[in-house]
């Protein structure tokens, strides 16, 4: 068995706290949970909650593409929201993400808040 491997890139945020970006173990990526910064300025976006949604799957195929995987093979994502008003806007922008008939088992829950009180956050799992 390999010992876990953290996974860093500069396409994507760097983590704001005492965190990877990933961890690769036991032929899986685990990614942690990214919300709407942009990796070149670590400024949030600005946006509604799909703005939000969109960079967020940017920054999870940044990591995602630096542990040698991508969107088809991931198999769990956990969606946090702070407002349960927004979840058909992200699910919108999430479909896109994952088209085709086996899109990844999904949890959404909503959340009393985020980092930098943004609107929404995501993690996965992945095949490696």
Same mark, same amino acid.
């Given at each position: 068995? #390999? /010992?876990?491997?953290?996974?860093?890139?500069?396409?994507?945020?760097? =983590?704001? %706290?005492?965190?990877?970006?990933? &961890? @690769?173990?036991?032929?899986?990526?685990?990614?942690?949970?990214?919300?709407?910064?942009?990796?070149?300025?670590?400024?949030?976006?600005?946006?509604?909650?799909?703005?939000? #949604? /969109?960079?967020?799957?940017?920054?999870?195929?940044?990591?995602?593409? =630096?542990? %040698?995987?991508?969107?088809?093979? &991931? @198999?769990?994502?956990?969606?946090?929201?702070?407002?349960?008003?927004?979840?058909?806007?992200?699910?919108?922008?999430?479909?896109?993400?994952?088209?085709?008939?086996?899109?990844?088992?999904?949890?959404?829950?909503?959340?009393?808040?985020?980092?930098?009180?943004?609107?929404?956050?995501?993690?996965? &799992?992945?095949?490696?």
């Amino acid at each position: 068995m #390999t /010992e876990p491997r953290a996974i860093s890139t500069p396409h994507a945020p760097a =983590a704001i %706290g005492p965190y990877s970006q990933a &961890v @690769v173990a036991a032929g899986l990526v685990h990614c942690s949970g990214q919300i709407a910064l942009d990796a070149t300025t670590g400024a949030l976006v600005e946006g509604d909650v799909t703005v939000q #949604t /969109e960079q967020i799957f940017k920054n999870l195929r940044a990591v995602l593409e =630096a542990a %040698g995987t991508s969107f088809a093979r &991931v @198999v769990k994502c956990n969606v946090y929201l702070v407002d349960m008003s927004h979840f058909t806007l992200v699910n919108e922008v999430y479909a896109r993400h994952f088209p085709g008939a086996s899109p990844p088992a999904r949890a959404t829950v909503a959340v009393a808040g985020l980092p930098k009180d943004v609107a929404v956050e995501i993690d996965c &799992v992945a095949l490696v």
